[in-house]
């Protein structure tokens, strides 16, 4: 059990964000990754659409890689399916909204939050519940930006067509004087340096993919299921749309670049509707 691997979703590529701080902080363990790029984006859909998705990745997962815990890396799928596999899966099941947000409310001085998102994870309205959770003092001005999953799967992250679409996205938190902004989808963390201008030197950026990783590692060590045998560690990728654009950004972002990308087609993740 200790080197089965931990399992990774996501609807593109921004979950690799996640994976990323999973390999910084566990480099013992096997990893698996799917990107589910064919059916992005997950905003627009509907939370029985993203639910689905959500239960056919994880069934694949745990079919063919056997994964000892399964992170949601993607806040759409957090939003709609987190408590839903949670109670399906035989597994421990870490979402990034409930630890992203916790992180947020930790870090604001003035009780004044802001979240950028996709449209499914803005309309959920999880963040803000999770954030008036920990302090009911707390106001959150939620965005929805799904140009910026666009720009991030296309690995257009510093241009100078990047830099105005991200300042176009951020306009409306202007004046709103919040401290703290939570880059609410696992793509933002690629357009960190572009976000940051855009929304001043002065606002803390909260990234929930590194919280969602301290939470992975602490039920691992909770469950004595931390890899410690030494053994080489393996990190295997799937992905359903293009591997050559999957393996360019995750080449470029990850510090350990892809060996080999698997594609996936959208039918071999169309199994049972149950998860076994």
Known sequence: MQTDPIGLMDSGVGG?????????LLPAENTVFLGDQ??????PRTVEEVTTFTRQIATYLRQHANIKIFVIACNTATAAA????????????????????????KVTKNHKIGVIATEGTVKSGQYQQDIL???????????ACPQLVT?????????????????QNLAPFQGTDIDTLVMGCTHFP?????????????????????????????????KHELNTTGQPVTATYYTTG???????????WLDIAPKHVTHLDVSTLATPAEVE
């Open 16 to 24: 690799l964000t996640v994976l990323k701080e999973v390999q910084r």
């Open 151 to 167: 720009l991030a799967e296309h690995n257009d992250l510093t241009s100078a067509h990047a830099q105005e679409v991200v300042a």
């Open 133 to 143: 959770a920990v302090d009911a003092q707390n106001q959150v001005v939620s965005v």
């Open 242 to 252: 293009d591997v050559d654009q999957f393996n360019q950004l995750a080449s470029e």
């Open 82 to 105: 987190l408590t839903q596999m949670q109670s399906e899966l035989p597994v421990p099941v870490v979402g990034v909204i409930a630890p992203g947000a916790t992180t947020a409310a």
């Open 38 to 43: 064919a059916r992005l984006p997950y905003g």
């Open 190 to 222: 690629l357009l960190r340096d572009a976000i940051q201008r855009a929304i001043g030197p002065d606002v803390t950026l909260v990234d929930p993919g590194v919280s969602a990783a301290e939470q992975t590692a602490a039920i691992l060590k909770d």
